[in-house]
């Protein structure tokens, strides 16, 4: 799903207006309708109070149409116009005049603190106070009404965006954001939803198609898209009855040191479970019993020293894809057993963990780093390879910056895991808390190097990797919690993961998965 910036909204909505050959208004009244049948879905009449909070510009206008239509149905509505700037915008006035001219309960004007309401745990607030076209902090006591939203501990419902958040930017220092219970956002959902300092204020969300000109959102590209369900079918290969192991890769998993070698067995069995046919760890020597103890299906190499790290990397197994990294650790023996190891690669490499610390540390280690290889830091390593960021956003350029200059694929973990490369970035939708927790990083650095190995393409396998390990942990809470959950428990459900990605809703019938 393409993710639009608030640019290409407004010209999604100027097109839409010229092509319609309808008055902007319109547009209006069919987001306010949308949203109106959706509250009315679910409240079914309910006399709950209901407080619309109305900026000036058109998303305040959208509010007043909410607002109106509650009204005609019987709804208990109080609607509060946040006026907050003179310049009241065309289509506000209009969604005014109509609400003047059929309800007979006018809005209140909140000109200062002075006027606030009181605001009751039971309400339902509608937050239309601003859209997409916020562009700089608003005042004290708007921002002090943002507070009072908040604290009441109302539902809070925002129209496309929480008020105070920006589409494509990130907060300042000042800023306050409503808080919403759930947002309901009109085509797109924003990029702002998907980052930890502002994804935070919003609890649930979903988009409201407003009948937007569909060829300009078919053929307009975008650079964020969110991957979900879809996304991956697509990619997803199957296998046909005939097939052997050696049709599905070999996997190379490079690392652990003496106290860390649980790391290499989590990786390497995630390799397995994501289906690679052949997993080999390289380990130093005093991991190789340990290995073969804990994994009977994974073939172990190690180095010609007797050591509790490594001294060298020189292998036999001919791999099809290698990880590097997973409780490696940053000894100097290791530094210089990694530098003369990139420099023989050319195929792209999974570089995770201890790995991205020595780059960081040396970066001109970068030059050596074959095209394609997939890194993936979680934030502390991101910001030891890409230096410190202002906010999420310049996080985001940073990162792409970086990616593009060196032709690899950045894998940015945390809660929405976003993978980057070419400019481009793909967010992905699984994944919950319970991934918070020692070890889940070496899994992931396993199931995308076990995809590597099967032949999907770097961006392929670090997409689905991404999206079956959060999967796999979404399945995987059902058993253990999200405090209980831990590495070793979302390989166990990386199969499970798979095998719902061609499950239908129950009624229509389970689908076998595709085959090659
Ligand atoms: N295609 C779409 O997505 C549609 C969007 N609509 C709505 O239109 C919204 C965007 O409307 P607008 O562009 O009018 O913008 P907003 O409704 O977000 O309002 C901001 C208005 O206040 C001004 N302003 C910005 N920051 C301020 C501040 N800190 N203090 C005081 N005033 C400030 C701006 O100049 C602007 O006029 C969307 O979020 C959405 O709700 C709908 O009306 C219909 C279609
Ligand atoms: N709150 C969360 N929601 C979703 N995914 C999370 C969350 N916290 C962590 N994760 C995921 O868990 C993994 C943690 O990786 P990492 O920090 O490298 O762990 P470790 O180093 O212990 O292996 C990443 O894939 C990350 O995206
Ligand atoms: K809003």
Known sequence: MKIFSSKQLYEADKVTIEKEGIPSYNLMERAGGYVYEWMHKRLQGQPVPIKVFCGIGNNGGDALVIARLLLKNGYNVDTYIVDCNDKRSTDFLKAYEALKN???????????????????????????????????????????????????????????????????????????????????????????????????????????????????????????KLISKPEIQQMYKGRSQ??????????????????????????????????????????????VPILQTALPEVMVETDNFNG??????????????????????????????????????????????????????????????????????????????????????????????FAKNHNVIIVIKGAHTITVYDMQLYINTTGNPGLSTAGTGDVLTGVITGHLAQGYHPMEAAMMGVYFHGLAAD?????????????????????????????KPEQEGAQAPPQQ
């Open 475 to 503: 399945v995987a809470v059902n058993q253990y919690g999200i405090e209980g959950l831990i590495a070793g428990d979302v390989t166990e459900f990386l199969g499970r993961a798979v095998m719902s990605l061609f499950e």
């Open 242 to 287: 005939y097939t052997h192991k050696g049709m599905f890769g070999h996997s190379l998993i490079i690392g652990g040191s003496f106290g860390k070698m649980g790391a290499v067995q989590l990786a390497s069995k995630a390799a397995l479970r994501a289906g690679s046919g052949l997993v080999t760890a390289y380990v130093p020597q005093i991991g």
């Open 308 to 401: 509790k790290v490594f001294e060298e990397i020189d292998f036999q197994t001919e791999a099809n894809a290698i990880a590097i990294g997973p409780g490696m650790g940053t000894d100097e023996k290791t530094v210089a057993a990694m530098e003369s190891f990139l420099k023989s690669q050319k195929a792209p490499l999974v570089i995770d963990a201890d790995a991205i610390n020595i780059i960081a540390k040396r970066p001109a280690l970068m030059k050596q780093v074959p095209a394609l290889s997939i890194l993936t830091p979680h934030p502390g390593e991101l910001e030891r390879l890409v230096g410190k960021w202002d906010d999420d956003f310049d996080k985001l350029e940073k990162t792409a910056k």
């Open 102 to 224: 059929e309800v007979k309960k006018w809005p209140e004007i909140i000109k200062g603190v002075e006027n606030f309401p009181e605001i009751s745990p039971q309400d339902i607030v509608v937050d239309g106070i601003f859209g997409i076209g916020l562009n700089r902090c608003p005042e004290d006591w708007v921002k002090a009404l943002f507070v009072k939203i908040n604290e009441s501990k109302a539902y809070t419902l925002s129209i496309d965006i929480p008020s105070g958040m920006y589409g494509d930017r990130g907060l300042d220092k000042d800023d306050i954001v409503v808080h919403s219970t759930f947002v309901l956002s009109f085509m797109s959902p924003k990029l702002a939803f998907f980052l930890p300092e502002t994804g935070k204020y919003i609890n649930m969300w979903d988009t409201i198609d407003i009948g937007l000109d569909p060829e300009y959102l078919a053929t307009t590209p975008s650079d964020v």
